[in-house]
């Protein structure tokens, strides 16, 4: 996910960070930072699975909620390979965009309390540590 394609939107299901208009805390700026760490090594982890496994690139799947235990097979697959030391993983890394990152158009307009209520609980979590 390129960071153009990257919206502040608010889903209960999803962390978002804050929107950085100059005036942030330290905490929230921790928290940005943590999250944009966090994101890095998903991004990276899920483009190395589907580099190896290319059918995970566009699953047409009628039933959504088979489509984790898909991707949870390719990880356990992936894991497999890597206990058999299947040599240099570097060569499974997926460079190339498939536009799949593009933001949906059912995106609410204003955040939804139960996502700010979460993210804010995360921010006082890594406040506290």
């Known amino acids: 996910m390129t960071t153009q394609a990257y919206r502040f939107v608010f889903y209960r299901w999803l962390l978002t960070p804050f929107k950085n208009n100059g005036h942030l805390t330290a905490v929230q700026i ?17 483009g190395l699975l589907k580099g190896r496994w290319r059918r995970l690139k566009c699953l047409e ?10 991707v949870s097979a390719g990880c356990v697959l992936h894991n497999f390979c890597l206990l058999a030391d299947e040599g240099d993983i570097e060569q499974f890394f997926d460079d190339d965009s498939d536009g799949d990152d593009s ?19 995360m921010v006082q979590y890594l406040s506290s540590i």
């Open 103 to 121: 933001d949906s158009d059912d995106q609410p307009d204003q955040p939804l309390p139960q996502a700010v209520a979460k993210r804010n609980m």
């Open 30 to 46: 921790r928290y940005n930072e943590k999250h944009s760490g966090t994101r890095q090594v998903i991004e990276r982890a899920l």
């Open 61 to 70: 799947m009628e039933a959504v909620e088979e489509i984790p235990s898909v």
